[in-house]
């Protein structure tokens, strides 16, 4: 899952993006690194955003045998509301298919915030607020800024609040362990 390319293509994305993590972490405590992993698994950088129409496949897992009291309630936090909607090309079978993450309709409501400030909550089309929003989903989840997120340390279960499998916690972890180091490899002076 975190191929060379993968690294570095996160690596050429946080140094795009310097100024609006550096904001997100003074914000929210959540290191860019973490971030930027988190976006690189879930959607490869927003290539991967889901094809399903939103309200289409909420309902249909609403009426699905293995999570329907779950769904049901997200359809009706969609059906209540015109802040969720997307395009249907930018939707996932489980919410809004953001650049960095897929959202159910509670999370959306509970964690999307407006960082670029133009009065929206905009998870499809601003990256400053796909960003803002998943670190704001961390810190909901009980971040703790200057603490660590490998296994064991104080962040850990922050990361697994949206995914309890072990094994995406560890990922999302070992992923942003490799973007920060390479990150300060880039600004070690050359011999």
């Not at 994305?13 to 310097?18: D, E, V």
């Not at 015109?82 to 090309?89: K, Q």
């Not at 489980?94 to 909550?121: E, I, Q, W």
Request: proline share 4%; hydrophobic share 40%.
């Amino acid at each position: 899952m975190i191929s060379r390319d993968c690294v570095t293509k996160g690596m050429r994305h946080m140094q795009t993006l310097a100024p609006v993590l550096k904001k997100v972490e003074a914000e929210f405590g959540v290191p860019g690194a973490v971030v930027v992993a988190i976006w690189g698994l879930e959607t490869n950088f927003g290539v991967n955003l889901g094809k399903k129409e939103v309200i289409g496949s909420v309902a249909t897992l609403a009426f699905d045998c293995r999570r329907t009291e779950m769904f049901q309630a997200q359809l009706t936090r969609f059906a209540l509301s015109n802040a969720a909607t997307c395009d249907p090309p930018r939707c996932s079978a489980t919410g809004p298919a953001t650049s960095a993450r897929r959202v159910t309709a509670s999370s959306y409501f509970k964690y999307a915030v407006d960082f670029d400030g133009d009065g929206r909550r905009d998870l499809v089309h601003s990256l400053p607020d796909v960003l803002a929003s998943t670190a704001n989903y961390l810190k909901g989840y009980g971040w703790q800024r200057g603490q660590r997120w490998n296994e064991g340390d104080p962040n850990f279960e922050a990361i697994r609040g949206s995914n309890k499998a072990m094994v995406y916690a560890k990922t999302i972890a070992a992923f942003a362990e490799r973007l920060e180091g390479s990150a300060a490899r880039a600004k070690e002076p050359r011999r």
